[in-house]
């Protein structure tokens, strides 16, 4: 059988006619020709079944610039070899079989983009990431999985578990050794791979070598997934991992048209989060606003960050999402983000709250049920100041488990002295910030047993109302105006100097970190301000 009879029996396209005497076709956007005369060809990079005898009508200029299988008659390299980019076969059925071996794979490759079209369609018309994981299989004639970034399965195909055998297709072998050399430095066997595919190899505990080669899925230059495509024991052919960035285009689309889309907000919070946390990202909040838009969530101006730590109460990754949702029932207009230690809610209100508008109540109740404890971080307007308030609402459980452990849902904005004094206690020079008229009302306390610097502690945590501060210590008003005027005289402040509370927060905070006095927390009745130091008395005995 010779070439034309070969080439009349492949479904071909016939793409122009060079001339009279030259025929070319087009398969899959792959060029065959079958040159019997001169022929002047530029700018593309053809595969060539010549004889020998018809060299001498190639163009020279031309030829420099595509693969040649000459067909010689003697197994010596023919005249034109060191100016062609050939390979010279001296065995006529070796150059036929050669040639049926590319007519093959390029009719194997335009099935496969005929395949890819139709699983376009599939995708168009809402096929399930399961279709497409099989689909792809098919195509790439091979397992493929479906990823997210968190690593769980989205979809895998039904030969994910059955590798290659392993056997190098008898096509290969078909190839003269010599031209592998030649195509591989013109760019046929190696062809232009995108930036995001990777590979990678392994040998299984089975002792058999596996590959992945995956793609990278995208959503709007957010990272969501992968696809991955695996061998055993061999190599993938190039013309079938070239494709793999095609089919994660293609998932990426379907990701984003099916219920997927919930999963990808969650993906595109993480990776923001992330962002925000190495501080490697670099647009501006405005625009951080306008991608949450996207993604259904609208960015008010004042922030702030509900923090669960779930070091101690470790859950399986199936149950994280249901309690997560469950949490954002209390916490209204908020997004949240599942860490390995922890679930984080971002809130954000036009209105501003010093301790959030989340339900403390609600979400205290139900960390009593579940054994959860939360934090809650100051508010703020920038969401690049999102790592601030994530340390903020983790320092607050910090404290909050020494000094109110009861509460279960601590604010930092409750805390924020006794963090800041519990830095400035570490300080050899801590000393100098302690007030005098505050020492004179400790030591009074340690040498009669009363309990005056509590009380004083509770009446400046409600804010001077006598009321308040009364009910707090189960005391009569009356028995605390009493102890007022003692603290007045031992003290000998006006209390109500500003610069004087402050430094009386401070020493108490202070001395409370230095363990010589103890200040038991309390819940206030409301939460809508915060006070200057949260504490109340320790002891219901009156003086």
Known sequence: MNLQELLNQLEFIPKTNLSQQALAYEIAGVYLYTPHMHIQVHGERFIYFIEERNMAKVDSACSKHHIWFVLTEHASAHAHATQLQSCSVADRTRWIDAYTCFVSEFQRIAAKHEMLLALTAAINNGASLERIANDAA????????????????????????????????????????NALPLMRARGFVNPWKPTELA????????????????????????????????????????????????????????????????????????????????????????????????????????????????????????????LAEQLQSYIPHSLYVIRDDAILFLTSHDTWYEESAADQP????????????????????????????????????????????????????RFRVADFVSRMSTSVDAEFFLYPPLMRLIIHDETHGTQLTQTLACYLDAHQQVDTAADQLFIHKNTLYYRLAQIKE????????????????????LTCQQGRITLTYREKASTSQAPAASVAAQSKTQN
Not at 490 to 509: A, F, T
Request: one cysteine or more; hydrophobic letters at 40%.
């Open 138 to 177: 098919e195509i790439l004639e091979g397992p493929v999985s479906i990823l997210d970034t968190s690593l769980a399965f989205r979809a895998r195909s039904k030969s994910f578990l059955a590798m290659f055998a392993g056997q190098k297709d008898a096509e290969e072998q078909m190839i003269p050794e």
């Open 199 to 322: 590979i990678f190899s392994w040998t299984g505990e089975d002792q058999n070598h596996y590959t992945n080669h995956y793609a990278s899925v995208f959503n709007h230059d957010v990272l969501v997934g992968s696809v991955s495509y695996f061998t055993k024991n061999e190599a993938a052919r190039p013309s079938r991992v070239a494709l793999i960035p095609v089919i994660a285009q293609l998932v990426s689309i379907a990701m984003q048209r099916q219920n997927s889309h919930t999963l990808n907000k969650g993906l595109y919070y993480t990776h923001l989060f992330q962002q925000l946390e190495d501080k490697t990202i670099s647009i501006e909040p405005d625009e951080i606003a306008r991608r949450l838009v996207f993604y259904g969530y609208q960015l008010k101006r004042h922030l702030h960050v509900v923090g669960v730590d779930m070091r101690a109460n470790w859950l399986p990754a199936e149950r994280l999402r249901p």
């Open 362 to 413: 609600g979400l205290a109740e139900l960390a009593q049920r579940m054994g959860l404890r939360l934090g809650i971080s100051a508010s703020f307007t920038d969401i690049r100041e999102l790592p601030v308030k994530i340390r903020e609402l983790r320092r607050a459980i910090e404290i909050g488990l020494q000094r109110e452990p009861q509460l279960l849902v601590w604010p930092y904005s």
């Open 490 to 509: 031992i003290m000998q402040v006006n209390l109500g100097d500003g610069k004087v509370i402050c430094q009386i927060i401070i020493g108490l905070e």
